[in-house]
């Protein structure tokens, strides 16, 4: 089983930043990828980013432009990956999930962020 630590969400202003974080534990297993999930209430959950173990990064169409420049960010050793989400608006509101690819997925319990005024 894998053991998450996930940090950084909270309530920040429109147009603010936060800076996620997830340490993940436990698994004899490499992680192929790491990266994070959102869902917001109502919604399914959605892709925001990924980092593979190579450093090749994919983003969703919905962040693209504000977290793009190298926000994503993995460090190998630590099995943590980071974040940072800058010009954040309302709609950003959600459960942010991280999560990691082994043989299977693996889903922390989720860290909520709030964007509003």
């Known amino acids: 089983q894998v053991q998450f630590v996930e940090s950084g969400g909270g309530l920040v202003q429109p147009g603010g930043s936060l800076r996620l974080s997830c340490a993940a534990s436990g698994s004899r297993f490499r992680f192929a990828a790491m990266g994070w999930y959102r869902q917001a209430p109502g919604k399914e959950r959605e892709l925001v980013a990924t980092?593979?173990?190579?450093?090749?990064?994919?983003?969703?169409d919905s962040v693209t432009g504000r977290f793009t420049i190298s926000n994503i960010s993995r460090d190998n050793a630590k099995n943590t990956v980071y974040l940072q989400m800058n010009s954040l608006k309302p709609e950003d509101t959600a459960v942010y999930y991280c999560?990691?690819?082994?043989?299977?997925?693996?889903w922390g319990q989720g860290t909520q962020v709030t964007v509003s005024s």
């Open positions: 999560n990691v690819k082994a043989f299977r997925d693996f």
């Open positions: 980092v593979t173990s190579g450093g090749t990064t994919n983003y969703a």
